[in-house]
């Protein structure tokens, strides 16, 4: 399973802040797990496109090429605006 | 074990017991810090409150490698940060940085860079209210730029 976790305006837009997804080919990097969101339906669709949109896994912040894994946390959300 | 005082918390901070932690040791010359406060306005709204959502466990984690790259740059000793989440009204206080150091110019510089650093890498998002209504605060290319500054 990938834990996915929504925060901020992403969490928001949504409505979600997080769900779970059995680990396959819609899910091998942190793009395709993007594209694998965003065909839910049109507002998945324009909140996931987002140029501005970040993505951690596992709690790192990595770039969309990144692999992940069964038992992975996976997490979105815009740039941050703390301090 | 890093001996850094690294808090994420609702509760609000007293600054005098926080420097009085700091300023323990007779080896340091160099006390700096720094408090960051809701303050009135923002891109020309009058703000009421603000309230900091955050991502529990990257926090703590970006918040340790942020200090860790503080103490490989410059000859520290102590070194504390604090940033509150939850809703927080007009002039409260928002987030501590805190060093100590032998001499003022690493201690002033440590404390700039943890600001800078945490401000564009540490996941805190600031939801205002003002008398526009809610909203999520944008990303500053001023805050991104000023990180990047320490990189050069």
Same mark, same amino acid.
């Given at each position: 399973?990938?834990?996915?976790?929504?925060?901020?305006?992403?969490?928001?837009?949504?409505?979600?802040?997080?769900?779970?997804?059995?680990?396959?080919?819609?899910?091998?990097?942190?793009?395709?797990?993007?594209?694998?969101?965003?065909?839910?339906?049109?507002?998945?669709?324009?909140?996931?496109?987002?140029?501005?949109?970040?993505?951690?896994?596992?709690?790192?912040?990595?770039?969309?090429?990144?692999?992940?894994?069964?038992?992975?946390?996976?997490?979105?959300f815009?740039?941050?605006?703390?301090? | 074990?890093?001996?850094?005082?690294?808090?994420?918390?609702?509760?609000?901070?007293s600054?005098?017991?926080e420097?009085?932690?700091?300023?323990?040791?007779?080896?340091?010359?160099?006390?700096?810090?720094?408090?960051?406060?809701?303050?009135?306005?923002?891109?020309?709204?009058?703000?009421?409150?603000?309230?900091? %959502?955050?991502? /529990?466990?990257?926090?703590?984690k970006?918040?340790?490698?942020?200090?860790?790259? =503080?103490? %490989?740059?410059?000859?520290?000793?102590?070194?504390?940060?604090?940033?509150?989440?939850g809703?927080?009204?007009?002039?409260?206080?928002?987030?501590?940085?805190?060093?100590? #150091? &032998?001499?003022? +110019? &690493? =201690?002033?510089?440590?404390? %700039?860079?943890l600001?800078?650093?945490?401000?564009?890498? &540490? /996941?805190?998002?600031?939801?205002?209210? #003002?008398? +526009?209504?809610?909203?999520?605060?944008?990303?500053?290319?001023?805050?991104?730029? =000023? =990180?990047?500054?320490?990189?050069?």
């Amino acid at each position: 399973m990938i834990n996915v976790l929504f925060f901020a305006q992403v969490r928001e837009l949504l409505g979600e802040s997080s769900l779970t997804l059995d680990a396959g080919e819609g899910t091998a990097t942190a793009d395709a797990l993007r594209q694998t969101l965003a065909s839910r339906n049109d507002k998945w669709a324009r909140v996931l496109a987002s140029d501005k949109l970040l993505v951690a896994v596992n709690q790192t912040l990595c770039h969309w090429h990144t692999p992940i894994k069964d038992g992975d946390e996976v997490a979105f959300f815009p740039p941050v605006t703390g301090g | 074990m890093s001996q850094d005082r690294i808090l994420v918390q609702t509760a609000d901070f007293s600054v005098p017991e926080e420097y009085q932690r700091i300023a323990a040791d007779n080896q340091d010359g160099a006390v700096v810090t720094f408090v960051g406060k809701v303050r009135d306005f923002n891109e020309g709204n009058q703000v009421s409150d603000l309230t900091l %959502e955050h991502y /529990p466990g990257m926090t703590e984690k970006v918040l340790e490698q942020i200090a860790d790259q =503080a103490r %490989e740059r410059w000859p520290l000793n102590h070194l504390t940060i604090i940033h509150r989440v939850g809703t927080m009204h007009l002039g409260e206080q928002i987030v501590f940085i805190g060093v100590s #150091s &032998a001499h003022r +110019k &690493a =201690a002033f510089a440590a404390c %700039e860079f943890l600001i800078d650093f945490l401000k564009t890498k &540490a /996941p805190f998002w600031k939801l205002e209210t #003002s008398d +526009k209504g809610q909203g999520w605060v944008e990303a500053r290319d001023a805050d991104d730029q =000023a =990180a990047k500054a320490w990189e050069q």
